[in-house]
C-alpha cells in the first residue's frame, strides 16, 4: 500500500436532484483537498429528473478527476454507494453529501483521524460537533434515533447516522459485502458491522448544517422504515 501521506482518495456522493448545490460542492470540494491531495470524485446519480446527471457531466469535463455513474432511478443511498465504491482506485474511500450539508473543509481532519482507525466519522453528537439551520423536530429525531441505536448496539460511537466518513479501503471491502441494506440504513449497517468485525471507528466533531438547496428526502415513511431496520439488523435478520 502506498504510505500514508501519498495515499490516494476516492469520495462517493450520491445525487438526486442536486443541481443548485452540486457545482458549489465540487468546487469546495477542490478547495479543501487542494494540491496537497491526490483525489477522484465519484458522482452517482439516480436519474435526478432536474438535470443534475447532465450537469455531473460537464462539471466532469470541466475537472479531470470526475467519474459519473448514472442510474435508471432512485435506487436507495445504500445500493449508491456500493455502485459507487465499485469504480473506486483509491486507498481511503470518503463518503459525503452534494447538498452542502457537510462542509468539504471537514474532510482534512477526517483524513488526519483515520490514520489511527480504520473508519472516521464525521460527528454532530460529540464535545464540539454541532447542528446548525434544522427544525427541532428534525434535530430531536436524530439525537433520538442515535441514542436508540448507541444502547442497542452496545458500542461507544454517538453519530450512527452521519453520512460524513472516511474509510481505509480494506476495511469498507471487506464489510461491503455483508450489507443488505439499501437505504439510509446502510449509514447504521456498515459502520456496525465494522465494529462487530473489530474495525477501529474513531468521531471527529463537525457542524451540520440544513441542506443549502432543493429539498431533502428523508420524511417520516423514511424514519420508520429506517428504526425497523436497525432492529433486524441487530436480530440477525438482514
Known amino acids: 500500500m502506498a504510505s500514508r501521506e501519498k495515499m490516494k482518495i476516492s469520495i462517493i456522493t450520491p445525487t438526486y436532484n442536486e443541481t443548485e448545490t452540486l457545482p458549489r460542492f465540487i468546487e469546495s470540494l477542490m478547495e479543501a483537498l487542494s494540491e496537497d491531495h491526490e483525489y477522484e470524485v465519484i458522482i452517482v446519480d439516480d436519474?435526478?429528473?432536474?438535470?443534475?446527471?447532465?450537469?455531473?457531466?460537464?462539471?466532469?469535463?470541466k475537472y479531470g478527476c470526475i467519474k459519473v455513474i448514472h442510474r435508471p432511478g432512485k435506487l436507495g443511498l445504500g445500493t449508491a454507494y456500493k455502485e459507487g465504491f465499485k469504480h473506486t482506485s483509491g486507498?481511503?474511500?470518503?463518503?459525503?453529501?452534494?447538498?452542502?450539508?457537510?462542509?468539504?473543509?471537514?474532510?482534512?481532519?477526517?483524513l488526519e483521524a483515520v490514520k489511527e482507525a480504520d473508519?472516521?466519522?464525521?460527528?454532530?453528537?460529540?464535545k464540539g460537533g454541532r447542528i446548525e439551520g434544522r427544525s427541532r423536530w428534525r434535530d430531536l429525531m436524530s439525537i433520538t434515533a442515535n441514542g436508540f441505536i448507541r444502547l442497542l448496539a452496545g458500542q461507544p460511537i454517538r453519530d450512527w447516522t452521519s453520512g460524513l466518513r472516511v474509510y481505509r479501503r480494506e476495511a469498507l471491502e471487506a464489510i461491503l459485502p455483508k450489507v443488505a441494506c439499501k437505504k439510509w440504513d446502510y449509514q447504521f449497517e456498515v459502520l456496525y458491522k465494522a465494529l462487530k468485525s473489530k474495525y477501529r471507528a474513531r468521531e471527529v466533531?463537525?457542524?451540520?448544517?440544513?441542506r443549502a438547496g432543493g429539498r431533502s428526502k428523508f420524511d417520516i415513511k423514511e424514519a420508520l422504515t429506517f428504526m425497523k431496520s436497525i432492529i433486524q439488523v441487530y436480530l440477525n435478520l438482514k
Request: aromatic fraction near 2%; proline fraction near 8%.
Open 119 to 126: 473508519i472516521a466519522i464525521g460527528s454532530r453528537l460529540i
Open 47 to 61: 436519474n435526478s429528473p432536474d438535470g443534475t446527471g447532465a450537469l455531473a457531466e460537464r462539471l466532469a469535463e
Open 205 to 210: 466533531p463537525i457542524t451540520f448544517r440544513e
Open 91 to 110: 486507498d481511503l474511500i470518503v463518503s459525503i453529501d452534494a447538498d452542502l450539508s457537510h462542509d468539504p473543509k471537514d474532510i482534512p481532519r477526517l
